[in-house]
């Protein structure tokens, strides 16, 4: 098979790469341009470790081919701080404990704040389902839901 060129944006970056036609998406960012935040849980999207935007929407980058990026926005955990500073839902997730082993943290991380740039003022009900996609096996959820609920207060009170 022959490599596919690929020119997209990543966290507002231009970005370009050669990928097999079969490589998924998850597979190219982490194995080919090193970004590793995004983890391979399941592998069949039921897990949302992976989770990804694309042109804004909310994905599970194992379930989408890293060719069919071509011309469209990626956003991936890496893009969330700027800089040393952290991401509100980043603080709001130490503050409240709202993780533990970390698999799954990037993921609910990044459709978190998908939530909130659709929904700034979610109810707990909308945010767990939102974040229904999204898999943890350790912290339980309250903890997650908690923080992400805090920070869109604060995201609210600072705009």
């Keep these: 098979m022959s490599k596919i060129h690929v020119t997209t944006k990543i966290n ?3 970005v370009e790469y050669l990928c097999e036609p079969d490589e998924t998406l998850l597979d190219v960012l982490r194995d080919k341009l090193g970004m590793t935040g995004s983890k391979e849980g399941c592998g069949t999207g039921d897990c949302g470790a992976c989770s990804v935007t694309v042109n804004g929407r909310l994905v599970c980058s194992c379930l989408v081919l890293g060719a069919e990026a071509e011309g469209t ?11 040393e500073a952290l991401h509100p839902l980043q603080q709001k997730f130490i503050e409240h404990a709202a993780l533990q082993c970390g698999i799954c943290t990037p993921g609910i991380l990044v459709a978190a704040k ?13 945010t767990r389902y939102w974040l229904a996609g999204n898999l943890c096996r350790c912290t339980g959820y309250d903890k997650i839901i908690r923080a992400v609920l805090d920070a869109a207060a604060d995201m609210r009170e600072a705009s």
């Design 73 to 83: 926005e990626i956003g991936t955990i890496e893009g969330m701080a700027q800089g």
């Design 114 to 126: 998908s939530l909130l740039e659709n929904n700034p003022d979610p109810t707990e009900e909308e």
């Design 12 to 14: 507002g970056d231009p």
